[in-house]
């Protein structure tokens, strides 16, 4: 008996000391240091070339495509918009840029565009594989003119969940990753509202949650640190979720 | 040079290297199993190939693992993946650098290779039996047979299996690395070895300590901690 009280003690004791060092800052530093280094190690290994997530035939597509997180935004200036199929939709690119845009979804459809089959990852653990169309977001970067000392791309989204704004960002690295598109189809249809009606952006090296949906707005910045909760994205300010989301 | 002076003295049961890794290996293993069971948690089903999220393309429903069994104690899958992702780097630099010591020292070679004579059916047969009657006392070597099988099996099989099916669930290895995800069969494939490697994983350590505790378990323990003597082999 004396044994299992030992035993039992010792998990609890473990569990408490697993709590205690969760919730310390130093483990909060490991925790960044850690992330960082599996964001380096990832773009070390991809260096020689630009790495590429996967991409698969239009045949392996799923037959449905879930949606996550804001399934409908239920705001009625967006519904407003939805019902008049988004002819008025303007996502603005500003901050540390030669020439502030407000792109029309024309706007966005005349430019170049990309249509990639790729797999979304969501954190929770499962996939699905969809194929997107739109313009690379380095096409409307270069018609912006990115400013020297840019170094975060912030999205600005119409959802807001548990009374926050939802937003996302990334690093200059991804911006300019020919993957990384403003997607206004899904398998060849406008977007549905699950998956972010009129425009979400791709960001095909990272987990879904980076994928903002409802884009309203493309924001240049020099640091993270004065935009909403100050860690880059709606998760990560709400619920401490990794900023780098390429694990 | 190093290895003239040494050769005086007896040899430890287990090498230093061992020793380190052994304690390291299990807690890190522990950490990652036990935040794993909480990452689980936020989605319950797993899935082949590359793609899943519904319950008609799942091959398994997983159960929900209660807060006792998962770190942190309740669910949060931002903090699992934290405590997962800090000790993967512990956990997989760890095998390396045990690996790169069990070669060098030749832990591998004298202690978990086999003999063909070794895989005999009877002589397989016999260990199991020897097992079951817990008559560990053994002739030659450090291990028998089923003892090799279990070790090598976790070393060279489902510890770097952990590492590779984990590396292919991330999206950012992925890019560097796509070929390994078609080794593996797809994403949602590599999460579900890595699901059956983790509780093929936790099915040893159960058997492990098992026949720690009938064995000796003191003495055992002791030996893993100072290194013990070679010459009363286990």
Request: charged share 20%; proline share 4%.
């Amino acid at each position: 008996m004396k044994r299992r009280n030992f035993l039992v003690g010792m998990g609890a004791a473990f569990l408490a000391g697993c709590k205690e060092i969760g919730d310390s800052k130093w483990f909060g530093a490991l925790v960044d240091t850690a992330e960082s280094w599996h964001r380096g190690v990832h773009r070390t290994l991809g260096v020689s070339r630009i790495a590429m997530a996967p991409e698969y035939d239009r045949s392996e597509v799923s037959p449905f495509f879930r949606g996550n997180g804001t399934q409908e935004v239920g705001k009625e200036d967006y519904n407003a918009h939805r019902d008049a199929g988004f002819v008025d939709w303007r996502v603005t690119v500003s901050g540390l840029v030669d020439t502030p845009l407000e792109l029309s979804m024309e706007d966005i459809r005349a430019l170049p565009q990309r249509t990639q089959v790729t797999r979304h990852d969501c954190v929770e653990g499962w996939s699905a594989i969809g194929e997107w169309t739109g313009p690379q977001l380095s096409r409307i970067l270069e018609m912006a003119g990115v400013q020297e000392g840019a170094n975060y791309v912030i999205f600005r989204c119409a959802d807001t969940l548990n009374g926050a704004d939802y937003y996302e960002s990334c690093d200059m690295d991804d911006a300019m990753h020919p993957q990384t598109i403003v997607a206004h189809l899904l398998n060849g249809e406008p977007l549905p509202e699950r998956n972010g009606a009129p425009l979400r952006l791709r960001l095909e090296r990272q987990l879904g949650y980076k994928h903002p949906k409802y884009l309203t707005g493309i924001e240049l910045v020099a640091s993270l640190d004065d935009i909403e909760g100050g860690k880059g994205g709606y998760w990560e300010d709400r619920s401490g979720y990794q900023w780098y989301a390429g694990i | 040079m190093m290895d003239e002076t040494q050769a005086a003295k007896p040899r430890k049961k287990h090498a230093l290297g061992t020793r380190i890794w052994h304690w390291i290996n299990a807690l890190s293993v522990t950490i990652l199993f036990m935040s794993g069971l909480n990452i689980s948690n936020a989605h319950r089903r797993l899935y082949w190939g590359d793609w899943g999220f519904a319950a008609e393309q799942a091959w398994l429903e997983v159960p929900r693992f209660p807060g006792w069994a998962t770190i942190p104690g309740y669910y949060s899958l931002a903090s699992a993946r934290d405590w997962h992702i800090v000790f993967a780097w512990v956990f997989a630099l760890g095998l390396m650098l045990f690996m790169l010591a069990a070669l060098r020292n030749g832990h591998f070679r004298r202690d978990l290779t086999t003999r063909w004579a070794d895989w005999k059916p009877s002589n397989v047969w016999q260990d199991i039996r020897q097992h079951l009657k817990l008559n560990f006392d053994h002739g030659e070597g450090k291990f028998n047979f089923l003892q090799k099988a279990a070790y090598a099996g976790v070393i060279f099989v489902l510890l770097p299996l952990m590492i590779f099916t984990g590396m292919v669930m991330s999206p950012g290895m992925e890019a560097a690395f796509p070929w390994m995800t078609d080794i593996f069969g797809g994403r949602q494939s590599a999460r579900s070895i890595h699901f059956i490697c983790a509780w093929l994983l936790f099915a040893f350590f159960v058997v492990h300590i098992l026949l720690v505790l009938l064995s000796n378990p003191m003495k055992q323990l002791a030996d893993m901690i100072s290194g013990g003597r070679d010459d009363e082999a286990a």
